[in-house]
């Protein structure tokens, strides 16, 4: 099936960073949502945008819906070693209980002291 | 956010035998869940949406008849992975949509990890 292209792939970075990863798809979605997996875990919902443009923060975390509506953004302000992970981009186009989730291909974050 | 159970963590099989997952809404009813796999290091591949009350829908390339989900309850969905092979060794997730002002948001199980021997 289709997967959305997130970059960069995998990063690795020095605690007290700022991250910046993004997630492009060749076609529209109306909703998108950020989450992050640990290992062995489910993915855990981080943040949810629902409108073109909108900026959306939860603590550290902000995530943008692009206006296109083809891509979204997430920033990690001052890292910290468990925001070691890996973050998926998901983008959604119906609205309903049985609206299905695109996923992206992740991005892998390790956070170094 | 919502709670979803998963159950098994973890299950070992011989070749052959057949396993059941359970995916349980803990504090909320879920008329829709979903079941995806995933390979290490990959993303998460939707198999199949459950439908309370009615047969699941199943994404293209996925065996119906060896992928079995029931969601008998409005908190509860089972994949049964029938005649286990190798192959089918994989991460197993399933999630369930959280409706009203959560907007139909899924929110995920902590997996199960099949090994097929």
């Known amino acids: 099936g289709q997967q959305l292209n997130q970059s960069p792939q995998s990063m690795f970075i020095q605690e007290g960073e700022d991250v910046s990863m993004n997630c492009t798809s060749s076609?529209?979605?109306?909703?998108w949502l950020w989450y992050k997996q640990d290992p062995g875990e489910g993915p855990v919902l981080l943040i949810a945008?629902?409108?073109?443009?909108e900026l959306t923060s939860n603590g550290r975390l902000t995530a943008q819906f692009g206006i296109t509506r083809k891509d979204s953004f997430l920033n990690i302000s001052a890292s910290i070693p468990s925001d070691v992970g890996i973050y998926f981009c998901?983008?959604?186009?119906?609205?309903?209980?049985?609206?299905?989730?695109?996923f992206g291909t992740g991005t892998r974050l390790q956070v170094t002291l | 956010g919502a709670v979803v159970s998963q159950h098994p963590s973890w299950v070992i099989c011989k070749s052959g035998t057949s396993v059941k997952i359970e995916c349980r809404s803990l504090d909320f009813q879920a008329t829709t869940m979903f079941w995806y796999r995933q390979f290490p290091k990959q993303s998460l591949m939707l198999m199949a949406t459950?439908?309370?009350?009615?047969?699941?829908?199943?994404e293209q390339g996925v065996e119906k008849d060896k992928f079995l989900i029931n969601h008998a309850s409005l908190t509860l969905s089972t994949l049964t992975v029938t005649s286990a092979h190798p192959e089918d060794s994989s991460f197993y997730i399933c999630?369930?949509?959280?409706?009203?002002?959560?907007?139909?948001?899924?929110?995920f199980g902590a997996g199960t990890r099949l090994s097929v021997l």
């Open positions: 999630s369930a949509s959280l409706g009203g002002r959560s907007k139909n948001i899924q929110y």
């Open positions: 076609s529209i979605f109306n909703t």
């Open positions: 998901a983008g959604r186009r119906g609205t309903g209980t049985a609206s299905k989730l695109t």
């Open positions: 459950s439908n309370e009350g009615s047969k699941a829908t199943y």
């Open positions: 945008l629902y409108k073109a443009g």
